[in-house]
């Protein structure tokens, strides 16, 4: 069985994201709400993965604290986050991070990504990836920054699910939302890109380089 501790500030996020893994198969081993503290008070815990919330302003001294931790060298480290800023992801991989995954996650993705960190590999989320390929908005110059109102992450991850060919009760049940929810993103996604159809929208999204194949 796969051993996790898990860092978040929120006493809210530690019960959720416990009870979700355990859900899941795993075992959590313990839990702090920063990095600092798991290394003070939790050296002699023995885990495989460290799974850290990131929040507000924390990515650099997270990233610094990392480093510095001995705590962590044995154990692979993954990190869900709102939204890093321009080369985070790089350094974080640098710094040693094994996988760095949207917030709003699904759980089977979580559990499925948790699972590939343990056995050695490296997870990016599709929607992450873009921070790691500058030369896509050169083959792609009609890119993000065209759009006169930008995609939100959640419209980008709908409309990955659409190129994918799934429908909006597949596409609310894997992001845990309503049908209304998934025809409101929908329809936004369309207006923002001007398309009149989800194939035209998503026909779109590849020529942006807003959707990967």
Do not use: C, Y
Request: charged share 20%; proline share 4%.
């Amino acid at each position: 069985m796969i051993r996790v501790f898990l860092v978040a500030t929120s006493p809210l996020a530690r019960a959720g994201l416990r009870n979700l893994l355990t859900n899941a198969g795993f075992a959590v081993v313990g839990a702090a709400a920063t990095v600092e503290s798991l290394a003070e008070e939790w050296i002699e815990a023995e885990f495989d993965l460290v799974l850290i919330e990131v929040s507000g302003e924390e990515h650099e001294s997270l990233l610094d604290t990392l480093v510095k931790t001995d705590t962590l060298r044995d154990a692979a480290t993954v990190i869900l986050v709102d939204q890093s800023p321009p080369g985070w992801l790089n350094e974080a991989l640098h710094a040693g991070v094994r996988a760095i995954l949207p917030r709003e996650i699904t759980p089977d993705q979580l559990k499925s990504a948790l699972e590939a960190v343990s056995t050695g590999l490296v997870v990016i989320h599709p929607l992450e990836t873009n921070a790691l390929l500058p030369a896509a908005a050169v083959t792609n110059p009609r890119g993000i920054a065209d759009l006169a109102e930008p995609l939100t992450r959640r419209e980008r991850e709908v409309l990955q699910m659409l190129a994918a060919g799934l429908g909006n009760k597949e596409i609310a049940t894997r992001l845990i939302i309503s049908d209304h929810t998934v025809k409101f993103h929908v329809a936004s996604i369309l207006g923002k890109l001007g398309a009149s159809t989800r194939t035209e929208a998503v026909a779109i999204g590849i020529r942006r380089g807003l959707v990967l194949l």
